[in-house]
């Protein structure tokens, strides 16, 4: 069960961090841009844990609440099919204050990170360490195919 703590434990909490599990509604929605209803189920009464889901073929968006926090990492494992995770264009990055928007960096250019290629049971994480001032990031996910998830969290640093 995912813990989720409120924006002041977030906020005070980030001098020690703090874990949670990635939650969402697993809804790809293809090419259609994100709401922040999509991705952190606010208005959505099928927000679920991204863990023990398999999902298809899709681009799936989920809001990682982070107010506070310096940097993030964000770790996942597949148990089924890890090669479908496109893992150039699975990514984790800042956003605007829509919570969807991807914020670019000083020169116009991404600040997202990638993940290494997945393979099936080994673990990924990637951190991103720009996030000082920033309500949360957004990891982005793209699957090429079935995959089934058993470890999907993030820490805030």
């Given amino acids: 069960m995912s813990v989720v703590h409120s924006r002041e434990e977030r906020t005070y909490g980030a001098v020690t961090g703090w874990q949670e ?3 969402g509604t697993c809804v790809s929605l293809g090419a259609t841009a ?3 209803n999509d991705v952190s189920g ?8 991204l863990v023990g889901r398999t999902l298809a ?9 982070c107010s506070g926090a310096a940097a993030v990492d964000v770790t996942l494992r597949a ?3 890890a090669t479908n995770i496109d893992a150039t264009n699975t990514k984790v990055y800042r956003t605007l204050s829509d919570n969807v928007t991807e914020k670019m960096n000083a020169t116009g250019s991404s600040s997202a990170v990638t993940f290494a290629t997945f393979a099936n049971g080994t673990q990924q994480t990637a951190s991103i360490t720009t996030l000082r001032g920033e309500r ?10 079935s995959v089934t998830i058993d470890q999907a969290d993030y820490s805030a640093l």
């Fill in 57 to 65: 073929a899709g681009t799936y968006y989920f809001f990682l609440a």
């Fill in 136 to 145: 949360g990031a957004l990891l982005k996910l793209v699957t090429t195919g």
């Fill in 42 to 49: 606010s208005a959505v009464a099928s927000m679920v844990d």
């Fill in 34 to 36: 994100p709401t922040l």
């Fill in 79 to 81: 148990s089924a099919n």
């Fill in 21 to 23: 599990r990635i939650r």
